[in-house]
Nanobody, 126 residues
């Protein structure tokens, strides 16, 4: 599976962005997808994840209620809608994939995932 993240940019605090993670591969629908971010000078951290069917989602506490993850398997794409953005959301955002079918237990660690896309930079100005 090859992943391509896009949709980053510069936005003012309180604004919104929608990131996309497009994937190649016919079995994309069998993969759980996660979004992670790496703020400047910090470690990469978990943001959100979605199960292979899209029925289970899970969020980091710092984004809960502001971000929403969704997927369109017909388009091989997972989205991260980010609302009420804050300067501390500034980071390079990465998507990642793990083959996972069956009952989903949210994957929130970096090493839970096997495939990673290049990041897309989100900058939130105050």
């Amino acid at each position: 599976v090859q992943l391509q993240a896009s949709g980053g940019g510069l936005v003012q605090a309180g604004g919104s962005l929608r990131l996309s993670c497009a994937a190649s591969g016919r079995t994309y629908s069998s993969y759980a997808i996660g979004w992670f971010r790496q703020p400047p000078g910090k470690e990469r951290e978990f943001v959100a994840t979605i199960s292979w069917k899209g029925s289970v989602t899970y969020y980091a506490d710092v984004v809960k209620g502001r971000f929403a993850i969704s997927r369109d398997n017909a388009k091989n794409t997972v989205y991260l809608q980010m609302n009420s953005l804050k300067p501390e959301d500034t980071a390079v955002y990465h998507c990642a994939a793990k083959y996972y079918v069956g009952r989903y237990s949210p994957l929130i660690q970096n090493n839970d995932y096997d495939y990673w896309g290049q990041g897309t930079l989100v900058t939130v100005s105050s």
